[in-house]
Each structure stands twice: as C-alpha cells, then as structure tokens.
C-alpha cells in the first residue's frame, strides 16, 4: 500500500473552490471525535469557499431526502468539539444496499448538487461509500432516462468523489495507525480500572470486566498494558494451552506476594485456540471455584462510546477533515477513492479498498486460525503493543531474595532516576525498568531526588512489590528536582557512580536530564566512572526535548488543559459575549498552547516560536467581535504560552482584549498553572512509558554485555553509549545527545526543528480567521514516512 502526501502544512489560498458542494455524514456506530471532524470539514469547506450540507442519519438520511440534507452555516458547528457521539446522528441503513435505494439517494445529492461525500464511519460504511461511487454515472444515466433529472443536472454532476473518515472505537481498520474515537474508549476503559481498583483493594477481590472488541482486541489489549491487568484475553492471541491451569498459578503467586487485586480484561470476542469464546463470566467461576477469590464481572458496554473525546480524537479528528477536504478538492474522475489516515505525526492520504481488503483479510485468517498472520496484518501498532503485553506478563518476580548494594556477587548494578519537574507517565516508566531489569539478574538501584539524592547517599535497591500499582500514578515517587549535572558537579557525580558501582542509568525526565546527559558524556574522558551506558527517556509536559516528536506527560498535559478550558467555557454558558484568555505552560516550547488550542477550539494561541505584535493582538480582537456580532458565537477562548512574549503578558493580553473588545465582549483571565502537571497519567502516557523504558533495558543491557571488562565493570567511553530514546515520526530511535547537541537552542531549551508547528495554520482555519497566520509565519515542514516503520503509536 502506498501512502500518498497530503497537503497538510502548506499553504492553501482561501476561497480557491467556490461553486463546490460538498456532503459529510457520519454512519454506524458512533465514536467521540466524530463531531472534531464534521466541524473540520465545514470550517476548511467554507475556507476554501465552498458549500458543505449536513446528510443527517447517515446513509438513511440520504435516501429519505428533504429535512436530512440541509446546508450548513458556519455556526452550524460552534461549540461542539467537545461533544461525544455525532450532532448530525447515524444509523442503520437496509434501503441503501439496494440499488433502488441508492438511486434515490444519488437523485438526492443531484438536486443540491452535491458530488463530494466525506464519510465518517467504518469499513461497510466506507465500501458502500466507493460501490456508491462506481455506481454514480450508471445511477445518473438511469435518473436521467427516468426524467428524474435534467440533461444539464447530469452533465453537471457526472463524477462522484469520495474520502473515508475511520470512526471506531475498535481501531480495526487497516491502514491507518488510531480511528477516530479509539483514544477516547481507552480513556474509559482505564477511568473504570481505576475506579474498580480501589474497592476491589479494599475488599481483596478480582475484577473481570468485558471491553468491546468483537473482532479486535485493541482496546483489551492497551487497557491492559495501561492499567496492570494481570491478564488479556483478545481475538488474536489466543491463549495457548492449559490457560485456566496457567492463569490460577499465576494470580496465586501474585497473591502469595501480598498482591490485594486482580485486574483481568476480557475482549468480547475472545476465543481459545480452537476458536471457542471465552466469556468474563467463564474467567469468573474459574477464579471464584478454583482460587476462593472473590470475583465480580463488569461489563463497560456502550461507556465506552460515550464520555467528551480526549485531547488527541478532537486534534485528530480535526487534522483528518481539514485533510478530507483538501483530498476532495484535488481530486479527478481518475482519482481512487481514499481515506485519510494518521501515520506518526502526519495524516495521508491511502486507497480506500485497499485498506478495506487488508481489514478483512485480517479477519479471515483469524477464521482460519492463522493468528501470526492476522497479527502481522493489524500492523506494527499493533504488534508492537502484543509484544510488549508478552514479554511483561511472562515476567515473574525473582526467587531468590536480592543483594545488598555493595555485594559483589550480582552481576551489574543498573540504575534509574528523574530528572526535571514532575510529569505523569515516570512511574510508568520506573515500574517497567525494575521488573524487566529484575528478570534479567539485575540489581536494580533507585537513585531518589534526582543528583541531590545521589550525592546524599539516598540509593536504594527496588524490589518487585515495590513498584506494583505506579504505572497509574502521577508525578514520581522516585522524587525529582530541576537541576543539571553541572551545577551539582559532575566530580561528585563520578565518585558516587564509582561508589555505588553502577553499570548502567536510565535518567526519564525533561529538558534537564538530556542536558545533564550530554554534561556527563562530555565529561567522560576525565572520569572513567562515567564512561558507562546512559540512556536518557524524554518526560515532560512541555515536549521540548530535541530527538523525539513526543514526550512523556504531554499527552496527560493536553487533555487536563483541554478539559479545564471545556469547564471555563462551560461557565459563561449562562453569560452572554465573553473571551477568556488562558495562559499554559510550556517554557519557550509552544506545543502545549497550540496544541490545547486545535483540542479546545480555540480562536488563537500565541506562543514565542511564531512572532506576533501589538497589530496582531489588534486583529484578532476584531476578529472576535465580528464573530460575535454576525456569527451568532457567545464565547471566545485565546491561549498564551507562558514565556511567549516578556512584553505582552498574559495580564497585558488580557486588559487589551478587555479595552478593544468593549463593549461587544467582556474578558476574564486564566493561569492554568500547576495543575498541568497533575492528575492520572493518559492511557497513552502509561503504554508509553512501560513500552519505552522496556525498550531502554534491552539496549542497556546489550551495552553492558558488550562492554564489560575482565574484571567485570562495564567501561565504554563510545559517542553512542548516552543516548536519548525518542520517537522520530513512528520509529523508536536511540540518538547520541552529542548529535542532539547540535539540534537544540540551549538558551531558549528548544529544538531547532519542531514537527507540529505544520498545525498552526489549522488551528485558525477553523476559527475563521480570514489570515492563517502572521506576517512571520512558521516554518511548515513537510515530513516524509516510511511504510516500514517500527512504531506506528498514536502521538499528539
């Protein structure tokens, strides 16, 4: 399958496309981020000048006609990103199966003469779509021989274009690395671990609890590796052998350890190896027959379906229909029928029937048994994730009772430590290196309070139990400090890393550990203690760290500001005309205010990356009072990074608005603060971290096999031996900090080149800005990506 570019992060002149129509819908089941990507298609439709018609209840509504298929204004669309399910409803539709049914249905667009569909649902939603596509010219000839429509209707209306929206929770569908709404049902998922985990602690008892997943275990499969579920069952891994025996060994050792919970997901199409189900209610008389555990069984249904969209299902929801659009517009009669999809950081364009014809090939091979196969077809998502779910629920907790730091008989002593400020998805991260690491015969040292810990003497073995139930938590229980290696000394640090005897360091923190890193690789021929593997795991709010496009934490940042801005503008709900300013963190870095912005529906953002003066804040002003006054929107929202300009503050910004705006609107201000850094930890932060730091200890411990010395030390002094694990669009990649050296403004902490600033247009395309951007514009970069990635995760 080849993936083809889109336009996304060049430059669009508006109004290019007047005189296009262009129809959106949304078919089958719902799923949160639906209603991002109907408002995407409306906003960028209107800038381009065309017009966009709202086909309600999906294909039903287009055969019924009338009052289904009306026009929209620009309103139509205010206020309801945040919104679950679809304002423009879906169903069911047996008549559009029939040829008979489609007719009417093309006799429908015709008359508004619509011959552009943009279609939001899933793989019988998209086929029917494409058949209704191969079909159009016939149906027309038919209209026309019926006298249903006139010669010129015909001639005007002769090519159908169609782009495919993938709306599932399911993430089922082949071809692009989430679906609309994925994100979200996991968000669910894991609020309902979580929720569960504390009565079930009080009361020592088992949960096993049903997620949707008839014919893909995604969802089971990531709640999983999110939220420590002791086992998974899912369509395409079946469990092998004896499981019942394998499972109650395994739960009694846990509680032989003194573990109080058991977390067990049941994907509803769960099946063993001879593809008989194996339902929550089965697990549950095993459990309670065989253990005497007390078992409930929670069945999560349709909550899953339900809830705002998270952060990132708005953000892509939004980049897929701005993409859809444009796909639309530069489509020709020869062009296939496509659907936008998210590879990494950037959104392309595939063949639709090619992607439908991968997705049910997955499902055949399943039927057949073949589950490699139907694994390998899911993609490397996918895979990646399975692997991951193996190799930790085969780690079993060592026997043996470990050393003490100074015995000399274990083999390597591997260390971990924060640096930076706190961000959810550390624990994550800590949780995976000890146990992985403890399986491998390491003695696993925990370095507490960052340097300052170190220098105290403040070193601790880590056991197995000690770690249990971290990956759910904020902030760090290691504890963490903003300082660097040289302000501390990096003498002391090599006395102390020859006092400990440590053979290998794991450092999960910000802007601070990579630089604290590239410090002490710097410093390695004068300290041969030093001269051992380190690699560094971003972690941070502000996703300012070179040599990765997404850090820990950030992805927790977005969605507390996203749903602390949905409440602020849920408070004027009831006060007419008001803008709210917000001020976000972020240092320098502008990720999280442009970002929040796209997922909050912002109408600006102003950040230092893109310079912005007293004229532009002037702009936007009457940009917002013309919105208020003709578009009929009461509420305004405008987002300020913290360091974006030492002039024009955040207080400033404010008192400006609230002078120009009067009378038209009052202002009110917000500094979301600290609270950016609390809350649980994303589904993704915490599949993240695990899935990282697990890929962290395999590359140290290689290292520390390659370079141990005769006398049993490791000792390299190598440029690749400190690195910084990041992803580079979808692979996983270790990158010596002396090249990122190169890479990064250490004045400002930022990297020279940062991905998502390709967005920034966006984010006022859909506000209705009539200038995308400043007079200094940002850099749009186009970025390239390879079918043949190692990681294909969702990230924004």
């Known amino acids: 399958?080849?993936?083809?570019?889109?336009?996304?992060?060049?430059?669009?002149?508006?109004?290019?496309?007047?005189?296009?129509?262009?129809?959106?819908?949304?078919?089958?089941?719902?799923?949160?981020?639906?209603?991002?990507?109907?408002?995407?298609?409306?906003?960028?439709?209107?800038?381009?000048?065309?017009?966009?018609?709202?086909?309600?209840?999906?294909?039903?509504?287009?055969?019924?006609?009338?009052?289904?298929?009306?026009?929209?204004?620009?309103?139509?669309?205010?206020?309801?990103?945040?919104?679950?399910?679809?304002?423009?409803?879906?169903?069911?539709?047996?008549?559009?199966?029939?040829?008979?049914?489609?007719?009417?249905?093309?006799?429908?667009?015709?008359?508004?003469?619509?011959?552009?569909?943009?279609?939001?649902g899933g793989d019988g939603s998209l086929t029917g779509a494409d058949?209704?596509?191969?079909?159009?010219?016939?149906?027309?000839?038919?209209?026309?021989?019926?006298?249903?429509?006139?010669?010129?209707?015909?001639?005007?209306?002769?090519?159908?274009?169609?782009?495919?929206?993938?709306g599932s929770i399911d993430n089922d569908f082949c071809g692009t690395d989430m679906t609309i709404g994925t994100d979200s049902a996991l968000h669910r998922i894991v609020e309902s671990v979580d929720a569960i985990a504390t009565t079930a602690q009080s009361h020592q008892r088992a949960f096993v609890l049903e997620v949707m997943g008839r014919h893909c275990g995604y969802l089971a499969l990531v709640?999983?590796?999110?939220?420590?579920?002791d086992w998974v069952f899912i369509p395409e891994w079946p469990p092998e052998g004896d499981w019942r025996d394998t499972l109650c060994k395994k739960l009694a050792a846990e509680r032989n350890l003194g573990q109080r919970l058991n977390i067990i997901l049941v994907a509803e199409g769960a099946i063993d190896e001879t593809g008989k189900p194996i339902t929550a209610e089965e697990?549950?008389?095993?459990?309670?027959?065989?253990?005497?555990?007390?078992?409930?069984?929670?069945?999560?249904?349709?909550?899953?379906?339900?809830?705002?969209?998270?952060?990132?299902?708005?953000?892509?929801?939004?980049?897929?229909?701005?993409?859809?659009?444009?796909?639309?517009?530069?489509?020709?009669?020869?062009?296939?029928?496509?659907?936008?999809?998210?590879?990494?950081?950037?959104?392309?364009?595939?063949?639709?029937?090619?992607?439908?014809?991968?997705?049910?090939?997955?499902?055949?091979?399943?039927?057949?048994?073949?589950?490699?196969?139907?694994?390998?077809?899911?993609?490397?998502?996918?895979?990646?994730n399975l692997n991951t779910y193996r190799l930790l629920s085969k780690l079993r907790p060592p026997s043996h009772t470990k050393p003490a730091i100074h015995d000399h008989k274990t083999e390597h002593n591997i260390a971990i430590m924060n640096i930076g400020a706190p961000a959810c998805g550390m624990n994550a991260a800590v949780r995976s290196f000890v146990r992985i690491s403890l399986t491998k015969g390491f003695r696993v040292l925990g370095i507490h309070d960052s340097f300052d810990g170190l220098l105290k003497n403040e070193v601790y073995t880590m056991t197995w139990t000690q770690v249990q139930g971290w990956?759910?938590?904020?902030?760090?229980?290691?504890?963490?400090?903003?300082?660097?290696?040289?302000?501390?000394?990096?003498?002391?640090?090599?006395?102390?890393?020859?006092?400990?005897?440590?053979?290998?360091?794991?450092?999960?923190?910000?802007f601070e550990a990579f630089h604290s890193a590239h410090q002490i690789a710097e410093a390695r021929e004068a300290f041969p203690s030093l001269c051992i593997p380190i690699v560094v795991v971003p972690c941070t709010i502000s996703?300012?760290?070179?040599?990765?496009?997404?850090?820990?934490?950030?992805?927790?940042?977005?969605?507390?500001?996203?749903?602390?801005?949905?409440?602020?503008?849920?408070?004027?709900?009831?006060?007419?005309?008001?803008?709210?300013?917000?001020?976000?963190m972020g240092g320098y870095c502008g990720y999280l205010a442009t970002l929040a912005?796209?997922?909050?529906?912002?109408?600006?953002?102003?950040?230092?990356?893109?310079?912005?003066?007293?004229?532009?804040?002037?702009?936007?002003v009457e940009h917002l009072k013309d919105k208020i006054l003709n578009a009929g929107v009461q509420r305004g929202l405008v987002l300020r990074n913290e360091l974006a300009n030492p002039n024009y503050t955040t207080d400033f910004v404010s008192r400006l608005f609230a002078e120009e705006g009067f009378p038209t609107f009052t202002t009110r201000m917000n500094v979301l603060g600290h609270m950016q850094q609390g809350g649980y930890p994303s589904p993704f932060d915490r599949n993240y971290g695990t899935k990282m730091a697990a890929k962290g200890v395999e590359w140290l411990s290689d290292k520390m096999e390659r370079f141990k010395t005769p006398q049993g030390c490791v000792r390299t002094g190598n440029a690749d031996s400190v690195v910084l694990l990041g992803?580079?669009?979808?692979?996983?990649?270790?990158?010596?900090?002396?090249?990122?050296?190169?890479?990064?403004?250490?004045?400002?902490?930022?990297?020279?080149?940062?991905?998502?600033?390709?967005?920034?247009?966006?984010?006022?395309?859909?506000?209705?800005?009539?200038?995308?951007?400043?007079?200094?514009?940002?850099?749009?970069?186009?970025i390239d990506d390879d079918d043949d990635d190692e990681e294909g995760e969702h990230i924004l």
């Open 223 to 229: 709640g999983a590796l999110a939220s420590e579920a």
């Open 727 to 782: 992803m580079l669009k979808r692979h996983l990649t270790f990158t010596p900090v002396e090249e990122l050296a190169e890479e990064t403004d250490f004045d400002k902490r930022l990297p020279k080149e940062q991905w998502w600033l390709k967005l920034r247009p966006l984010l006022r395309i859909l506000a209705k800005h009539s200038v995308v951007s400043y007079e200094t514009e940002a850099v749009m970069h186009n």
């Open 597 to 620: 912005g796209l997922a909050s529906g912002a109408d600006a953002a102003y950040i230092y990356e893109e310079k912005f003066n007293v004229l532009d804040l002037k702009q936007d």
């Open 471 to 510: 990956a759910g938590s904020g902030g760090s229980f290691l504890g963490t400090k903003k300082q660097l290696a040289a302000d501390v000394g990096v003498a002391k640090i090599a006395l102390k890393f020859s006092e400990f005897k440590i053979d290998g360091l794991m450092i999960v923190g910000g």
């Open 283 to 384: 697990v549950k008389k095993l459990l309670s027959e065989k253990l005497k555990i007390d078992t409930r069984v929670t069945v999560l249904g349709h909550v899953q379906r339900g809830g705002s969209p998270s952060a990132f299902d708005r953000i892509l929801g939004s980049r897929m229909g701005a993409e859809a659009v444009l796909a639309l517009m530069d489509a020709t009669p020869e062009t296939p029928a496509c659907v936008i999809s998210i590879e990494g950081n950037s959104t392309v364009r595939v063949p639709l029937m090619e992607c439908v014809e991968r997705t049910k090939e997955v499902q055949i091979n399943m039927d057949k048994r073949n589950f490699d196969e139907a694994v390998r077809l899911r993609g490397k998502s996918f895979q990646n």
């Open 543 to 584: 996703n300012n760290v070179p040599g990765s496009d997404f850090s820990l934490g950030a992805d927790t940042a977005l969605n507390e500001i996203t749903d602390i801005c949905d409440r602020i503008k849920q408070s004027a709900t009831g006060t007419k005309r008001r803008v709210f300013v917000a001020e976000t």
């Open 1 to 120: 399958m080849i993936a083809q570019p889109g336009k996304e992060g060049q430059q669009v002149p508006p109004g290019i496309w007047a005189g296009n129509s262009i129809g959106v819908f949304t078919s089958g089941g719902d799923s949160q981020g639906m209603n991002a990507a109907v408002r995407a298609v409306v906003r960028m439709g209107f800038y381009l000048g065309c017009k966009v018609f709202f086909i309600k209840e999906g294909y039903q509504g287009m055969v019924d006609g009338g009052d289904n298929i009306v026009e929209a204004i620009w309103s139509s669309v205010s206020g309801i990103i945040q919104m679950g399910g679809t304002i423009i409803g879906s169903a069911r539709c047996k008549d559009f199966r029939e040829r008979s049914g489609r007719l009417t249905a093309a006799c429908n667009l015709v008359q508004l003469g619509i011959t552009n569909l943009v279609v939001i």
């Open 131 to 166: 058949l209704f596509r191969q079909e159009w010219s016939a149906l027309l000839d038919e209209l026309l021989a019926n006298g249903r429509i006139t010669k010129e209707q015909r001639e005007d209306n002769k090519h159908l274009n169609i782009v495919g929206l993938v």
